[in-house]
């Protein structure tokens, strides 16, 4: 199949956008592919609509760059098509995907992953029960439909995001029945070390010490060192158990939100066969690139929070590198316009990264979350519970995947978006070796769900008639 532009970049949040805005730049020929509606991945989701209906505040700050992005992008001359969702890439390049129920074949001859980031998943009892979902989600309701679930709503978890979304829904003039803070005590003693770093980007510190300020102005109850989280309740989630400083208490609930940090989500670069490592500090696998982000397979680069966690501004330059990679390798642009590019973004770079090492040692990916008791379920696609793992590692199971033969664990629609870290944790755990040594779960497509319709409307031999 010959190649039917020069790039094609998988996601419009803010890697992906500045991806082809660098790439339209030098004058590359490149096609975008975002299964959201409109431009702005995640931070800036949904931000041209909220702008027309004039309510902008629930993105607070962020509202301006968010927008500025968004219009370049518009403006840029990329082949943007939203509402399509890639199920596929191949090793030569060929990218598959559906949009309106139709799939269509793709080639190029380099594709930047700018997937973004997924939620932690987060297996505590009764975390199946209607009523609880993760934060990301809530504040995707919050961001594109305006919407918050049922009160009383409680969110429990770590990290800024939590925070941030507490401080999104009391601007609504919604604000949450109370914050169960799940980070593990000595916070300040971890991260200490590592201030200098994030001293250097004091304005990270600022927005975290604003949302703090917002939730202690709004009342609402914040309650530090919290364990043993679970969602009780018949056929839906009707209250929230925890303990805290050694005393268990039970609270009313209708929507419990759930948040235990994010990891680079790395399903499409797993899937075609590209390097990965086990991150200790993240506890989950990232893709092995190179300084521009090229992955161990030439022409297959990761952006943004796809490449490792790095938020919105750090995203926005490593796309932008990325793109100019490909623009070098094409003849676009020369050596010395490479380096001089270098230099510029790479020192961004750098200081934008110096913030990760704190907030990672601040809030930690806690060990409660990973292996958790045996009636809780890990895999919700074929409903296997921890026991269940424990028994196949008993049975002789060495590694995710041996799991997943023998017990379709990770086999389902999610194709172990929602358990293949708490998989390969508690196999480690009970074999008693670090999770970096098993080999992580095999990822096999359609990457997302898509019916036999869509997939028989893929011909691969009329590639060049049935291309998006
Ligand atoms: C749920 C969630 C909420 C967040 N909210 C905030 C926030 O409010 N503020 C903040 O500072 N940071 C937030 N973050 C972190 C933030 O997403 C990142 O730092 C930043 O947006 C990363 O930019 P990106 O371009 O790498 O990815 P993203 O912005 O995540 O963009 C990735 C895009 O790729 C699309 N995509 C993914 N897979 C496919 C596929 N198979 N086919 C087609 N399209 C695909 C996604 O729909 C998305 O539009 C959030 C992260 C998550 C996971």
Redesign the pocket.
């Known amino acids: 199949m010959s190649a039917a532009c020069d790039l094609v970049i998988?996601?419009?949040?803010?890697?992906?956008m500045s991806a082809a805005i660098a790439a339209s730049r030098c004058g590359l020929s490149t096609i975008v592919?975002?299964?959201?509606p409109e431009p702005?991945?995640?931070?800036y989701r949904a931000v041209e609509r909220r702008a027309r209906s004039g309510d902008a505040a629930s993105l607070g700050q962020?509202h301006a760059a968010g927008a500025a992005l968004v219009e370049a992008f518009r403006g840029c001359g990329a082949d943007y098509r939203p509402a399509?969702?890639?199920?596929q890439i191949e090793r030569d390049l060929t990218v598959l995907?559906s949009h309106a129920g139709v799939s269509s074949a793709l080639a190029a001859t380099a594709i930047v992953i700018?997937?973004?980031?997924?939620?932690r998943p987060v297996p505590i009892p009764g975390w199946t029960l209607p009523g609880v979902m993760?934060v990301?989600a809530g504040?995707?309701l919050l961001k594109a439909s305006a919407m918050v679930p049922p009160q009383p709503l409680w969110i429990a978890g770590q990290g800024p995001?939590p925070l941030?979304y507490a401080a999104q829904l009391i601007e609504a003039g919604m604000p949450p029945s109370g914050i169960l803070d799940t980070t593990p005590p000595g916070a300040l003693a971890r991260g200490w070390r590592h201030l200098p770093g994030a001293l250097a980007n004091w304005r990270y510190l600022a927005k975290g010490l604003n949302y703090l300020a917002t939730i202690k102005r709004a009342g609402v109850p914040l309650v530090r060192h919290v364990t043993e989280v679970a969602a009780r309740g018949g056929g839906r989630l009707t209250s929230v158990r925890y303990a805290t400083r050694g005393r268990v208490h039970e609270v009313a609930a209708a929507t419990l939100l759930l948040h235990e940090g994010?990891v680079p989500?790395v399903q499409?670069s797993q899937s075609v066969g590209a390097r990965h490592i086990w991150d200790d500090m993240l506890q989950a696998p990232v893709p092995v690139l190179d300084a521009w982000g090229e992955t161990s397979l030439p022409g297959l680069f990761a952006?943004?929070?796809?490449a490792g966690?790095?938020?919105?501004a750090l995203?926005a330059i490593r796309?932008q590198r990325a793109a100019l990679r490909v623009a070098h390798r094409v003849g676009r642009i020369d050596d010395g316009q490479l380096q001089e590019l270098d230099e510029a973004t790479g020192l961004k770079m750098r200081r934008h990264d110096q913030i990760r090492p704190f907030l990672n040692a601040v809030f930690p990916p806690r060990r409660a979350i990973h292996v958790p008791g045996d009636d809780v379920i890990v895999c919700r696609c074929e409903e296997l519970s921890a026991r269940d793992i424990r028994q196949a590692v008993e049975a002789g199971c060495v590694g995710p995947n041996q799991v997943k033969a023998m017990t379709r664990c990770g086999m389902g629609p999610c194709q172990g978006r929602q358990c293949a870290l708490t998989l390969q944790q508690i196999i480690a755990d009970a074999r008693g070796v670090p999770a970096a040594v098993l080999e992580c779960l095999t990822i096999r497509p359609p990457?997302?769900p898509i019916t036999l319709g869509e997939l028989a409307s893929l011909d691969h031999d009329r590639a060049g008639a049935n291309r998006m």
Request: charged share 10%; glycine share 22%.
């Open positions: 998988l996601g419009a949040g803010p890697a992906g592919l975002d299964d959201q702005g991945g995640q931070i962020d399509t969702q890639v199920w995907a700018a997937t973004g980031a997924a939620e993760t990301g504040q995707i995001l941030l994010v989500q499409v952006a943004g929070d796809a966690i790095g938020g919105a995203a796309g990457l997302r």
